[in-house]
């Protein structure tokens, strides 16, 4: 099994009244004021974190095993097991099931689902019809090692495996039948032509206008997913499944418009480099300073929807801190072997 290390500063993650971002925002932000947890201990997400990222990888290990013909599952397992992969949407179904007070043995298995799906739409969406990526997690992508038919059928592979893991690994001592048939139409709606696909979609095709909605599609509902599993999964009531769904959203495309802002930033690109590339994103439409609003002003989304958490206490803290993260990014996941 990997070893993981981390590179981390601080190693000690907390939550203070006033946060900052690093790359600063105009003084004419209008982002609404953010939040604090009603109660605070610290709490160190980068061992909570990696702790899981153990767990997960194991798990996703024995899910994806060699069988014939073997060229497909070794392109499945290229992607499912990719080293660096942060597993941001296992991770955060877990924290929202115990969130809940539910049992993380309870969560692994849909955890491993959407990873699967997760890889399986990175493999689909760098294929050079789509996004044209050659290369992911500074590794070749995965059509980039064994070619556009394989990669495809790799990527379709994935997506019922998922489905598969969840029905026949989950625990029904712990996880009602109706529960997870829940969690099963949430991950099928997430991925398809309502979901997913429509932001993949719109994000070649829809033009700037689409942006908003292309973003939320492609990168917030995949976030969206794995909150409202967990919570299902932990035996949350609908209301707070609501509230789940708004929080996940707001932390998916927030994750993006940092990513997109700092690539501008490390790259120096302007504004005819940034036109050439495939796709939308808030950089390339609006320019850094209105994407660096955007950001805080869906932190500050994130962190509301969680005050509707309180009853919870501490239990809430590992969501607050996924915000931060998404922005601050005070540590680096790395998997070394």
């Known amino acids: 099994m990997a070893s993981f290390s981390m590179v981390s500063t601080p190693v000690h993650l907390y939550l203070p009244k006033k ?11 209008s982002a609404p004021s953010v939040s604090t947890p009603p109660s605070w201990t610290q709490f160190d997400l980068k061992t909570y974190w990696t702790t899981l990222i153990a767990d997960i990888n194991q798990k996703l290990h024995e899910a994806v095993p060699v069988r014939y013909p073997d060229q497909i599952y070794e392109s499945m397992r290229y992607s499912v097991l990719a080293e660096g992969a942060k597993r941001a949407s296992p991770v ?4 929202a099931c115990e969130l809940f007070g539910g049992n993380r043995v309870a969560a692994f298995p849909t955890a491993c689902a959407l990873e699967m799906v997760h890889a399986a739409s990175l493999i689909h969406d760098d294929l050079p019809c789509m996004d044209d990526d050659p290369s992911r997690r500074g590794q070749p992508s995965n059509h980039t090692v064994y070619g556009d038919d394989l990669a495809i059928l790799a990527g379709d592979a994935l997506f019922p495996l998922g489905f598969q893991h969840i029905v026949a690994n989950t625990p029904s001592s712990l996880v009602p039948e109706p529960r997870l048939l829940r969690v099963i139409t949430e991950i099928a709606r997430t991925v398809g032509s309502t ?16 942006i908003e909605f292309a973003q939320e599609k492609k990168f917030g509902e995949m976030s969206q997913c794995s909150a409202v599993c967990g919570g299902l999964l932990g035996g949350a009531e609908d209301d707070d499944v609501d509230r789940l769904r708004r929080y996940g959203r707001a932390v998916g495309v927030l994750y993006r418009v940092v990513d997109d802002i700092l690539e501008d930033k490390m790259n120096g690109e302007d504004e005819d480099e940034r036109k050439k590339k495939k796709g939308f994103s808030y950089v390339r439409v ?3 300073e209105k994407a660096m609003e955007v950001a805080e002003q869906l932190r500050a989304k994130a962190k509301q929807e969680l005050d509707g958490f309180e009853k919870y206490g501490d239990a809430v803290v590992p969501l607050y801190s996924f915000v931060d993260y998404a922005v601050d990014r005070s540590f680096t996941v790395s998997d070394s072997s």
């Open 19 to 29: 946060l900052t971002f690093p790359i600063r925002c105009s003084s004419s932000s």
């Open 286 to 288: 609006y320019g850094v």
């Open 92 to 95: 955060m179904c877990v924290a």
């Open 195 to 210: 979901g997913m696909a429509a932001g993949q979609f719109l994000d070649l095709e829809g033009g700037p206008d689409a």
